[in-house]
């Protein structure tokens, strides 16, 4: 087992990291950081990303993505600031999804656009009511004649405020039945426009996390996802890929609050020496440094297991939760060396404590990533309340 990155790796980090500096960077810093950044902004950065074809990163060649490695996307996605990232993941998997459960003549009217990032897309799944349980699902779809109408509310949509397209999850009540099988519709907004704003939240404030609301929005029927794919399967490829990332963007979260705190504790004096000389702040750094590499290395195993074919539910939740309290710790600690300086909006590392709470919710809480992880080691399913064994 080698744990060192290959020269070719390197490579793809640090021009990762240049292109962020160079292209991305420059747009979030000029934009005020407690307000949703706006529609071009994010679609200039999503293009940029598609060049390097991160915007369909987990496709292969034949179905139009890049063909790269999940540990070498992983690699590239720490660098991306967590207000894009987070944006990435919504996009990215979403277009993974319409890619496997979508027909042919579907993938070609919806695809293109998204992969070369001129459109921006979301995956509306949670209610109101309905949030680690999937299965509450109230959204409808009925008919009405000869017409499909869509409605319902969605909360919490990474993307939906400046979203063009939307997977919705709903309930298929086209027969009259008041609750059918879960199926999928995808919306496209020039064609069914529907209202959408965003939820004002403690961290990531630039991003367009939100709500939808459909009354009577009315669906084409080409749209309806008919998906020869198994559900459950497509459900995991998205989770255990998605749930590492997550864990990444903590990482790069914590990474720049211990940058931060390294650099004051060496110039910074207090009892005649710097901070950094004193015995108890070198073990807070310690601490620090020690949760990013842990989590690191976490989220990149869970990913690498997925290039070889290997389970990786189980890690993948792991890797999430543990690098969501690890780096949530971190960046905590990071806030402490700096002293008061460390609450100031000046110091900015009070931010990357407000981003880095919001990476605790989305795919999996702390609380069913623990359960899914367990499910996998007992064989037992505890958050259904069964207790059903698992095959
Ligand atoms: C930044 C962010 C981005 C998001 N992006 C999207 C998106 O793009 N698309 C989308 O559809 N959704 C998205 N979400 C929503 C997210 O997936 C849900 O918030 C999440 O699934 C939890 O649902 P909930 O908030 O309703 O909490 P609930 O499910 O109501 O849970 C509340 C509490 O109860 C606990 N709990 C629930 N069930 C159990 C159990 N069986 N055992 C033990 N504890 C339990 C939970 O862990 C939690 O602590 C996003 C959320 C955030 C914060």
Redesign the pocket.
């Known amino acids: 087992m080698d744990l060192q990155l290959t020269a070719e790796q390197e490579l793809m980090r640090d021009s990762m990291r240049r292109l962020v500096a160079r292209e991305i960077d420059p747009y979030i810093e000029k934009h005020d950081p407690d307000q949703p950044l706006p529609k071009p902004v994010f679609v200039t950065i999503l293009t940029k990303l598609a060049e390097l074809g991160l915007t369909a990163a987990r496709l292969p060649e034949s179905a139009g993505g890049p063909g790269i490695k999940m540990l070498d996307y992983g690699i590239m996605f720490e660098q991306i600031p967590p207000i894009v990232g987070?944006s990435l993941i919504?996009h990215e998997a979403t277009v993974a999804r319409l890619s496997a459960e979508c027909n042919q003549d579907q993938r070609r009217r919806f695809l293109p656009d998204l992969i070369a990032g001129r459109k921006i897309a979301?995956?509306?799944?949670?209610e109101p009511d309905t949030?680690?349980?999937p299965r509450g699902v109230k959204t409808r779809l009925t008919r009405q004649g000869s017409s499909l109408l869509l409605n319902g509310r969605?909360m919490?949509?990474?993307n939906v405020s400046a979203c063009d397209l939307i997977i919705v999850t709903c309930m298929d009540c086209r027969d009259g039945e008041p609750r059918g099988k879960v199926v999928k519709v995808v919306l496209e907004r020039d064609r069914t426009p529907f209202e959408a704003r965003e939820i004002d939240t403690i961290g990531?404030r630039q991003g367009m996390?939100g709500e939808a609301v459909f009354e009577n929005c009315v669906v084409p029927p080409e749209n309806v996802v008919e998906s020869k794919a198994g559900g459950t399967e497509v459900l995991k490829s998205s989770w255990v890929i998605n749930r590492p990332l997550f864990g990444l963007l903590a990482v790069h979260l914590a990474q720049r609050a211990y940058d931060i705190a390294i650099e004051y504790a060496k110039v910074r004096k207090q009892f005649g020496k710097a901070i950094g000389a004193h015995q108890l702040v070198q073990k807070n750094l310690s601490d620090i440094v020690t949760a990013i590499t842990t989590s690191r290395l976490l989220c990149l195993h869970a990913l690498s297991l997925v290039d070889h074919g290997q389970p990786a539910d189980g890690a993948a939740a792991m890797a999430k939760r543990y690098a969501q309290n690890a780096c949530n710790e971190a960046v905590w600690q990071a806030m402490n060396v700096l002293g008061a300086m460390g609450l100031s909006t000046e110091a900015k590392v009070e931010g990357l404590y407000r981003d880095v709470r919001?990476v605790a919710?989305?795919?999996g809480?702390?609380?069913?990533l623990a359960?899914i992880h367990g499910r996998e080691l007992t064989g037992f399913e505890a958050?259904r309340g069964t207790g059903r064994v698992v095959d």
Do not use: R
């Open positions: 987070l919504a979301c995956l509306g799944s949670t949030g680690s349980d969605k919490w949509i990474t990531l996390l919001m919710i989305p795919d809480t702390n609380e069913i359960l958050f």
